[in-house]
C-alpha cells in the first residue's frame, strides 16, 4: 500500500517518526508521499528523507498550504519555494495547496499564493496537491486558466459525480481516504462507486495523518498504519478484491508521480 498523503513531518508524528514508520512497515505500507505546508516543515521533510532508516520509502512534495498562509511573508516564501525546487531534483510534487473559504484568510491572498503555486507546477513539471474546503467551483475556475503536463490529485476528495468528473475531465486524480469510513461519507462513497471501474486509474489512497481519523478512532492520532482501512471500505464498496485495490492505486501513483521509473 502507498500512502500518498501523510504529514509526517506535523510534530504529533515527526517527534515518533521512527515508531510510526514501523508500524506502517508491520501493516503493508510500502511508500508515504509527504507533503510540505510551510518552508519550516520543508526543513523536516528533507531530514526525514535523509534520516530515514526504515523499509518504507519516502517521497516529498513542496508548498504553502492556505492554512498558513497569514504567518509566512508569502513573497519570501514563494521564493523560498522556487529556490527549494531549483535544488532539490528528488522532490516530486508542488502541494499541499488549494483554497478554503472556511477559514479566515482571505480568499484573494489564496488565490494569489495558489496561482503563484500553479505557475511554479507548470514550471517545473511536476504534479499538484490540491486541497479543497468549499472551494471547487473556485479550484476549477483556476484550472482552468493553466496548463498541466502532469495534472496532480484533489486530496480528500468530497464532492458529487459532476464535480468529480470536471476534475477528472482535467486529468487529475482523486485522493480516498478516511471520510468513506463514515456514515456521512455517504455523497463521496456514490461519487466513487458511479467512476469505477471507468476511472479505477485515477484514484489514491490517503491517510492525510496525523489528522482524518478513521470512523470508530475518533479523538486519536491517525497514522499510515490505519490505511488497510479506507482500503477495506473501498473494497467493499467498488465489489473487488483488496488486494487489486491495492494494486491499481499503487500503479496509479506511479503513473502519476513516478511516469518514467
Given at each position: ?43 523536516r521533510q528533507q531530514a526525514l528523507v ?78 499538484v496537491i490540491m486541497h479543497h474546503r ?128
Amino acid at each position: 500500500m502507498i500512502d500518498s498523503h501523510c504529514h509526517l513531518d506535523l510534530p504529533k508524528l515527526f517527534t515518533r517518526a521512527d515508531s510510526v514508520l514501523d508500524r506502517a512497515s508491520k501493516n503493508g505500507i510500502k511508500r508515504i508521499l509527504i507533503p510540505g505546508t510551510t518552508p519550516q516543515g520543508w526543513c523536516r521533510q528533507q531530514a526525514l528523507v535523509k534520516q530515514n532508516a526504515s523499509e518504507v520509502a519516502l517521497d516529498i512534495a513542496l508548498g504553502i498550504h492556505p492554512y498558513f498562509l497569514q504567518t509566512c511573508d508569502l513573497e519570501r516564501a514563494l521564493s523560498e519555494l522556487h529556490t527549494s525546487l531549483s535544488k532539490s531534483p528528488h522532490v516530486i510534487a508542488i502541494g499541499e495547496i488549494g483554497l478554503d473559504t472556511a477559514i479566515e484568510c482571505p480568499v484573494d491572498t489564496q488565490q494569489r499564493a495558489f496561482a503563484s503555486q500553479l505557475a511554479l507546477s507548470e514550471q517545473f513539471e511536476l504534479p499538484v496537491i490540491m486541497h479543497h474546503r468549499k472551494s471547487h467551483h473556485l479550484l476549477l475556475g483556476a484550472l482552468k486558466q493553466h496548463q498541466f503536463k502532469r495534472g496532480g490529485v484533489i486530496h480528500a476528495f468530497s464532492g458529487s459525480v459532476e464535480v468529480a468528473m470536471q476534475y477528472l475531465e482535467r486529468g487529475f486524480y482523486l485522493g480516498v481516504g478516511g471520510t468513506i469510513t463514515y456514515p456521512r461519507g455517504s455523497k463521496t462513497r456514490k461519487t466513487l462507486k458511479a467512476i469505477f471501474p471507468e476511472f479505477s486509474d485515477r484514484l489514491l489512497l490517503e491517510t492525510d495523518a496525523p489528522d482524518m481519523p478513521m470512523c470508530g478512532r475518533q479523538g486519536m492520532v491517525n497514522e499510515p498504519a490505519y490505511l488497510g482501512e479506507v482500503v477495506s471500505c473501498l473494497s467493499n464498496l467498488l465489489e473487488i478484491d483488496s488486494s487489486e485495490v491495492v494494486n491499481l492505486t499503487t500503479k496509479n501513483y506511479q503513473s502519476l508521480f513516478h511516469p518514467h521509473d
